[in-house]
């Protein structure tokens, strides 16, 4: 085989499709690592699924689909935020504003029949066709996304780990898991970009629980989620070029295959101290 | 001088009535037992010394002042303790996350709150746990790091809302035995609620029993006595006093025992947060 990677890097499309997926992997990583700890990563996949019918309703009345998105995913989140104490069985209600949002989806699909080829971007993502001003877009999303989840970060920690002492000690709950949602929905939004609403997870949710698997420090973790997040994307986009795969399809292999190893490796480790323990003691 | 003074307060949650009228006083270095039937306001009278829940009407005082919702002389140990199964964050951040928890901005443990941290975990005996993960904890030895958290800060009065739920009797003793330690060490005042009175009668200075809304303060001899807590549980009480314990019981059955059966899912902790 005579073709090297610098190849890939001849075409504009492929070094558009570098930059935002690096732009938003890191973002989505470093924010999933968030989701993952507070154990709300059903939340971050209903508010894809509500962001596809703002894109499509988006498209519908003529403006750019990324727009609706982050219109419908933002309003979700703080709503969900707001109601999320008094909404005793979260999980049920989510599910049933995810398929309502996804139902609504399909019907501005149907009256918006031109929209068919985008609706299969937005589903899954197109991260091939991304231009300058996308990325430029995702650059100054993925900032605003870093620089509130930092302002809050400490609190959040705070109320995710022990919501009953924070609340004793003047955390005001309900203020930290609505703003964090809002984010959320803006890394959503972001990540959407890239692999699609119903691929979000690939990115938003494999490498954290994955980093989380391997690393129980905090900002390791933190570093460590972004990192896959990244490799995972790069690597994905990388595979894609040189087996014409979708490239989400790529991606989402990716994120399986490290959660997996990252699963066992653990496990493995213990197995291998413990045999080693028996060794000497034998 | 008086750590919390109760004068005629009385508290409701949701319309109803959880200690009406209560007045007593809890000296500063006392260990006080907090005890009552499922629903009598235990936890509810902590979460007003907290300054999570004013009082309607009388006045609650606590080192003189009214409570301040993050006050740093109160440590505290909630009694609903959300720890997500399968958390892989280890006791350094667990604890490090209730430093400074409530201000903005971004996370950082200085070298001074890590020593504080390694300092307050080798007082309970638990300096191994900072390295780990909480999901490889057991029962006993979570316990023990929330202790441990509510320690740190050097407070002056602890709040334990039910420590020894969840483990089994030996590590409630040794659980007891830290408290009792540390806080005699420190002079810390202590309210400890528990289910069982006997494990904590060699430890406790007065007993604060709840029940039917009233409160009562004192010795066990005072307190423990058939009278008392029949006021208390609006039923029949008996006081059996066998070999050094003391046995509780209604119509024949140990009301303590029973109790501990359905201890979740009662309507004295009604405060959720999902």
Partial sequence: MSITITDMFQYEFMNNAFAAAGIVAVVSGIVGYFLVMRGQTFAGHALSHIGFAGATGAGLIGLAPLWGLLGFTLAAGVVMGVLSERISNRDIAIGIVLSLALGFGLLFLHYYTSFATQATALLFGNVLAVDRTMIATLAVLGLITLAALALIMRPLIFASLQPELAEAKGVPLRFVSTAFLAIVALAVSECAQIVGVLLVFTLMVGPPAAAQRVTTGLWSGLALSAVLALGEAWFGITAAYYTDWPVSFCIAVLSALGYFACLAMPALWARRSLGGRANQSA | MNVVEVERATLRIGG??????????????EFIGVLGPNGAGKTTLMRAILGLLPPSSG??????????????????????????PDLRVRGLDFIGSSLHGERWGLPSLTRHDRGMIEDTLAAVGARDLANRPLSAMSGGERQRLLLAQALIGQPKLLLLDEPLISLDARHQEVAIDVVRKVCRERGITVLFSAHELNQLLGTLDRVLYLGN?????????????????????????????????IFVMS????????????????????????
């Fill in chain 2, 59 to 84: 006045i609650l005082r606590v080192f003189g002042r009214t409570p301040q919702c993050g006050d740093h002389t109160i440590g505290y140990l909630p009694q609903v303790r959300t720890v997500l």
């Fill in chain 2, 213 to 245: 809304g009233q409160a009562v303060l004192g010795t066990v001899d005072e307190v423990i006595t058939a009278p008392v807590l029949s006021r208390l549980y609006g039923t029949d009480i008996q006081v059996v006093r066998a070999d050094g314990h």
């Fill in chain 2, 251 to 274: 119509r024949g059955r140990d009301v303590e025992g029973s109790a501990h059966q359905h201890d979740h899912g009662d309507g004295g902790h009604e405060h959720h947060h999902h």
């Fill in chain 2, 16 to 29: 109803r009535t959880v200690l009406a009228e209560a007045s007593f006083a809890i000296r500063a270095g």
